[in-house]
């Protein structure tokens, strides 16, 4: 919670990363795993013994949107939460 430049950029660059391996555009929600041979593969809203990770990620683009004030952090976390809305 230093605010330091280089670390929200840093923050911002992991979810970056984290987009490219498990961001489901149809879903408009991160799968929660990259297995891709599975035979389910879950997204999951839901928190069971640990977050869920939609759950997390929602309160972190939340709080890199209030920290920098870049729109896409908020669309995305809109995104998430309009596909919570309907799970």
Known sequence: ATLDKVYLDQAGELFSRAEKILWSDQANAFW???????LVRKIEFI???TPS?????????????LLTGKEEYRSRAEKIMAAASGY
């Not at 990770?53 to 949107?65: F, H, R, S």
Request: hydrophobic fraction near 40%; aromatic fraction near 8%; glycine fraction near 14%.
């Open 47 to 49: 928190d069971n013994a």
């Open 32 to 38: 929660s795993s990259t297995a891709s041979d599975l």
């Open 53 to 65: 990770g939609n759950g997390v990620a929602l309160e972190c683009y939340g709080a890199l949107w």
